[in-house]
């Protein structure tokens, strides 16, 4: 009895967990995703096999996007980039909420913030956030060549809306690029991600 | 802030400073909100969906004395500000103070936070309207009638969905008297925040996180009961924030968590905050559990392993080959153990019934060895699974659970008297006067492989102990393997036995003698469900115990108005009351499995009580230390106790060479002690255990001892110079 109860009660625990706890695990083969742009073109992981990628969360409105995109994010992109790595913006808002965005608007978005990243794909259903475990805007992801989640967590290491934090701040996502490059195994893997909450429906 | 305190210096008297903050503040507010900017103020602060105002409880302060502060928050409705862990997104609100000379500020106070959900994201934070408290110490050379001014940079996040980073600056002024003025105004918001305060609790816990779960066993006085209960751990990354689920095992409280995805490095503890309730009625503790990571144990142990350890006490086991043999082996010289003791004479008159029936004897020795095997897998699926499950258990658990000695307790007996001729074993009420069948014996012999199992194996035999070490960190398939190895070689004497055609020659006839002996071979099962029963008293205590013994009494009546029944054909009606009358005698179980841990292992004048802290504690002050791993079910265990741990001589030699003696007992579970023998490569009891003085790794006695050998053992582990070369000599 005692050790069925406790059968019982340990298949209801994993029953009543329903945290958005990611699929996503360091060291393992990343999600697949198909996503569309915002030029309305299909864009999916594999499409990217050989290459370094980033997976950023976004939300124009929040005030720790806001004050990343200070300047912090778009440098980090253009450096990305210029080193062949893919940069990948994800909104995962859902229609309505704060933040969400059509094609259209996420064009608005890049231009006004001279964003360079590879594409802003628009995740409305919230279903890749959902695999990825992405909690907030921002919370970054890095993908190998190989399809491996190399990094997740925060930008960097000082979690407040502060601008004047950024240099202080160790910019997690630059150095674990920077080591892939240079083949060195990523010094810091994962992070505590901070921001605000990605506005998923539901 | 020079600004702030120019205005300060310029005013000197109180009541005028009082009104110009007011007015600043009222004024700032005003300017703050339109230029998106830190206003000062002393008076109530508007900003997007929160009123902040720095508060005191007593309108004064009173020299050489503490006194309370706090940011009040007012929260609109299902907007949020979060507590010092957020979740999983948010951020904590921080306070900066501008304190006169000699003033110090505590840390914030934090009040319990609620768990607020966000679809499926958790965050930890506060709504409507709260306070934050600080305790801040007055220096006691402050003159009365002068005057505390006090600023506070105060920086938050409010969400509701969308979030807003916010700051203001807050100040307050407070006059010196004698006696503290109570601020009415602000009584029950600060008697709310210490309401709210977790009560620190000298609990007892440990973390052990295996794979994603995390487990947490909580013992101590006055643990809450699970109805509300929820848990916070105060540090980041380390629980994933999701909905944690408790239950009561006894007394202990047991809290399943998951890994935090973000989980980067084990601590070596971890804090927990401990909610009951909500609104006015809410409770909150908080206690200090320590962290212990599965998988790095065996590592560490595999580090700490010694080569010169002779390999049957070696810490770990690497092959699989060589442990399926090891618990071959381990299971026949289980067979030897004193634990195997309680299911002797089921199998001594199996031979006998058999001896003469070569034919029979083989079918018998085979349905034994299934019966054996059977069991021991399906024993360790179960272990397999609660472990897997994040249950911390070893080999043996099936007799820390009070309900199966129970169960055990009850079979005991109706073997017992069935033996006594009390009615007939299997028979059925109206089969008197049929021949006992083919298949009877058959499934006699099974059952008894199984009793062997259930009741025997708990405890560990010589090679036996590395081998289920090495099963339990192994896949599924593999642990499996070596547990049937296991029953194989309990069952294999035995099995053996129906092939030896000498045995026919040794043993008399069928004959009237069988009844005898099978009369005489009750009794020992009848000191067996004694034993079961003084294993239940210390598991559940004398009130279940003598409950279920009364009910056994019910269940001996019925057991014998049932044999009186099968000398006639009974009524329908006399069957139903029978029926009743067993289900009376069993229906103690019930109080058993309500019933609650009594008092932990005790300590005595001549052990302590074994617990990971003390052993430490002791290891650093150098102390040699003898460790007994046991439990009530394990009569290895008790007979090694009574042979070699209990005399005089052990004592004094104790005493001689100072050695502490600690013994942890495994009769309940307990997981600390479950973790310590996996550090060692074990999942089962007996494990004896010499730490030598100064330092160095403990060695490893036998599974049975002589006093001579711990005689010499203690007398190794207590010379000055045992640490280095205790290993070699064993």
């Known amino acids: 009895m005692k050790l069925l109860s406790t059968l019982f009660s340990s298949a209801l625990i994993f029953s009543a967990s329903s945290s958005l706890d990611a699929r996503a695990v360091v060291g393992e083969a990343a999600p697949a995703f198909t996503l569309t742009d915002s030029q309305g073109k299909l864009r999916s992981l594999a499409e990217f096999k050989g290459k370094t990628v980033v997976l950023e969360w976004t939300n124009s409105e929040c005030p720790f996007v806001k004050k990343h995109y200070s300047g912090n994010m778009q440098a980090q992109q253009k450096a990305a980039v210029a080193d062949g790595v893919v940069w990948l913006s994800i909104n995962s808002g859902a229609p309505g909420k704060q933040g969400a965005v059509d094609g259209a608007g996420a064009n608005a978005i890049i231009k006004a913030n001279s964003a360079a990243a590879t594409a802003y794909l628009i995740d409305s259903s919230g279903s890749v956030g959902k695999d990825y475990g992405a909690k907030t805007t921002p919370h970054m992801f890095i993908v190998d060549g190989q399809g491996v989640l190399r990094y997740m967590g925060g930008i960097d290491s000082i979690p407040s809306a502060d601008v004047s934090d950024i240099p202080k701040a160790t910019q997690y996502v630059s150095q674990a690029l920077a080591e892939l490059k240079n083949g060195k195994p990523v010094s810091v893997p994962t992070s505590q991600p901070y921001g605000c909450s990605v506005k998923y429906d539901s | ?730």
């Not at chain 2, 001014?149 to 008297?177: G, H, N, R, Y």
């Not at chain 2, 909580?218 to 944690?244: K, M, R, Y």
């Not at chain 2, 069935?418 to 021949?435: K, N, P, R």
């Not at chain 2, 307990?670 to 003085?693: E, H, K, M, N």
């Open chain 2, 1 to 730: 802030m020079q600004w702030l305190t120019a205005i300060r210096a310029i005013s000197g008297v109180r009541g005028a400073v009082l009104s110009l903050g007011r007015a600043i503040g009222a004024g700032t507010a005003l300017i703050g909100c339109a230029l998106l900017s830190a206003g000062i103020s002393a008076a109530p602060l508007s900003r997007e969906h929160l009123t902040v105002e720095l508060i005191a409880k007593h309108s004064t302060v009173v020299p050489g004395a503490s006194a309370w502060l706090g940011l009040r928050l007012v929260h609109e409705p299902h907007w949020h500000t979060y507590w010092r862990n957020p979740g999983d997104s948010g951020l904590p609100t921080k306070l900066r103070w501008q304190l006169p000379d000699g003033i110090t500020a505590s840390e914030i106070q934090w009040p319990a936070p609620d768990r607020i959900r966000l679809g499926d994201l958790r965050n930890f934070g506060y709504e409507g309207e709260m306070v934050l408290p600080v305790r801040i110490e007055v220096p006691d050379n402050l003159p009365a009638g002068s005057q505390v001014s006090i600023s506070l940079d105060a920086d938050w996040l409010i969400c509701k969905e969308e979030c807003i980073p916010d700051k203001a600056t807050l100040a307050i002024d407070l006059p010196v008297t004698d006696q503290a003025v109570a601020d009415a105004r602000w009584h029950t918001l600060f008697e709310q925040a210490e309401a709210g305060q977790p009560l620190a609790m000298s609990w007892q816990g440990h973390a052990l996180a295996t794979g994603n779960d995390v487990s947490i066993r909580i013992e101590g006085s006055s643990l809450p009961d699970i109805e509300g209960l929820d848990a916070f751990p105060i540090q980041t990354q380390l629980l994933s924030n999701g909905d944690v689920q408790f239950q009561r095992d006894g007394a202990d409280l047991l809290i399943q968590a998951v890994r935090n995805e973000y989980f980067s490095a084990a601590p070596s503890t971890m804090d927990v905050v401990l909610t009951q309730g909500q609104g006015a009625s809410r409770r909150a503790w908080s206690t200090t559990v320590s962290w212990q990571e599965a998988g790095t144990q065996a590592a560490s142990a595999d580090a700490a392993g010694n080569s010169s350890t002779p390999v049957a006490n070696g810490y770990t086991m690497h092959s699989l080959a060589l442990s399926l043999l090891f618990a071959f082996l381990g299971g026949i010289l289980l067979n030897l153990m004193p634990c195997v003791f309680p299911v002797l004479s089921l199998k001594a008159l199996s031979i006998a019934e058999s001896a003469h029936a070569p034919k029979a004897a083989r079918r018998d020795g085979l349905a034994y060895l299934l019966g054996c095997v059977l069991s021991f897998v399906a024993l360790a699926s179960v272990l397999l699974i609660l472990r897997g499950m994040g249950q911390q258990l070893g080999w043996g658990f099936q007799l820390q659970s009070p309900l199966v000695v129970g169960a055990l307790i009850y079979v005991m007996v109706a073997l017992g008297l069935a033996l006594s001729g009390v009615y007939l074993l299997g028979a059925g009420l109206t089969g008197l006067g049929q021949s006992l069948t083919e298949g009877q014996g058959m499934r006699s012999a099974f059952f008894t492989g199984v009793l062997a199992c259930v009741v025997a194996s708990p405890c560990t035999a010589p090679l036996m102990g590395p081998a289920l070490g090495f099963a339990l960190t192994q896949s599924a398939g593999a642990a499996l393997a070596v547990f049937a190895a296991l029953g194989l070689g309990l069952a294999f004497p035995i099995f053996i036995l129906g092939w030896l055609p000498g045995l026919r020659r040794v043993l008399p006839r069928p004959g009237p003698w069988m009844n005898t002996l099978k009369q005489v071979l009750a009794w020992p099962l009848y000191l067996t469900a004694v034993w079961l029963l003084w294993v239940l008293m210390l598991q559940v205590g004398a009130d279940a115990s003598a409950l279920l013994l009364a009910g056994l009494v019910v269940f001996i009546a019925a057991l014998h108005g049932y044999g009186r029944l099968q000398l006639q054909s009974p009524a329908p009606l006399q069957r139903l009351a029978l029926l009743g009358l067993c289900l009376l005698g069993l229906s103690p179980m019930i109080a058993v499995i309500r019933a609650h841990d009594p008092a932990p292992g005790a300590t005595t004048s001549t052990h302590q009580a074994w617990s990971m802290q003390q052993l430490d504690e002791l290891r650093a002050e150098g102390k040699p230390v003898f460790v007994n791993l046991t439990a009530a079910w394990c009569i290895t265990c008790l007979a090694n106790e009574r042979m070699a741990l209990s005399s005089d001589a052990f004592f004094n030699q104790l005493r001689d060479h100072d050695v502490r003696y600690l013994k942890g007992d495994w009769t309940r579970r307990d997981p600390a002690i479950t973790a310590y023998l996996a550090q060692f490569g074990r999942s089962g009891v007996p494990l004896y255990l010499v730490y030598p003085r100064g330092g160095g790794e403990p060695e490893l006695l036998p599974q049975l001892l002589t006093p001579a050998l711990v005689s010499a053992a203690l007398s190794r582990a207590g010379s000055e110079t045992s640490a280095t070369d205790t290993r070699s000599h064993p």
